[in-house]
């Protein structure tokens, strides 16, 4: 059993590692252009310099979950390896708070500028909530939330613009 504990290729989540491009897979396309810029980079450079973070899927196999881009031309230029960071599903989620894509707001404490800063974040990120009234969303949850909620489906009876499609929805970006 220490065998296998102090074994050169455990992984190290958060450590950055040099990775085969075989061993790693995507399901992102980047646009042509720019993969076939950032491959001719890489082929003179023979390396990448921003780090594909990749999750651990099992013994020689990993998903990139951020960076796909740089994956994607790593592949193009030849390279049989590249630099990449292994995170699990805590830094995973972190990693893409960190990107600026999307946000995770507490509501437990939130106050009015808050709810309204996120509401127009989300309408603006996110075709779904392209129609909704940010003040007057903001103000019923506001008023109506309980810290005993486990979704958002009340909100669909509140006549606030929050339907039974968009209810779901703002689980990705709020925290019961």
Request: some cysteine; hydrophobic content about 45%.
């Given at each position: 059993?220490?065998?296998?504990?102090?074994?050169?290729?455990?992984?190290?989540?958060?450590e950055?590692?040099?990775i085969?491009?075989?061993?790693?897979?995507?399901?992102?396309?980047?646009?042509?252009?720019?993969?076939?810029?950032?491959s001719?980079?890489?082929?003179?450079?023979?390396?990448?310099?921003?780090?594909?973070?990749?999750?651990?899927?099992?013994?020689?196999?990993?998903?990139?979950?951020?960076?796909?881009?740089?994956?994607e031309?790593?592949v193009?230029?030849?390279?049989?390896?590249?630099?990449?960071?292994p995170?699990?599903q805590?830094?995973?989620?972190?990693?893409?708070?960190?990107?600026?894509?999307?946000?995770?707001?507490?509501l437990?404490?939130?106050?009015k500028?808050?709810?309204?800063?996120?509401?127009t974040?989300?309408?603006?990120a996110?075709?779904?909530?392209?129609?909704?009234?940010?003040?007057?969303?903001?103000?019923?949850?506001?008023?109506?939330?309980?810290?005993?909620?486990k979704?958002?489906?009340?909100?669909?009876?509140l006549?606030?613009?929050?339907?039974?499609?968009?209810?779901p929805?703002?689980?990705?970006y709020?925290?019961?």
């Amino acid at each position: 059993m220490a065998i296998i504990e102090d074994s050169p290729f455990e992984v190290a989540f958060g450590e950055l590692q040099r990775i085969p491009t075989k061993f790693i897979s995507s399901d992102v396309k980047s646009p042509s252009i720019l993969v076939d810029c950032l491959s001719g980079i890489l082929q003179n450079s023979e390396r990448n310099l921003t780090p594909v973070f990749v999750r651990y899927l099992q013994s020689d196999q990993y998903e990139a979950v951020q960076n796909h881009l740089v994956y994607e031309a790593a592949v193009q230029a030849g390279l049989d390896f590249v630099w990449c960071i292994p995170v699990n599903q805590q830094m995973e989620e972190q990693i893409i708070l960190e990107s600026g894509k999307t946000i995770k707001v507490k509501l437990k404490g939130a106050d009015k500028k808050t709810l309204i800063d996120a509401l127009t974040f989300i309408k603006s990120a996110d075709p779904a909530f392209k129609s909704i009234k940010v003040e007057k969303l903001a103000t019923t949850i506001l008023s109506a939330y309980n810290p005993s909620w486990k979704n958002f489906k009340l909100l669909t009876k509140l006549k606030c613009g929050i339907g039974a499609k968009k209810a779901p929805l703002l689980e990705k970006y709020f925290i019961l």
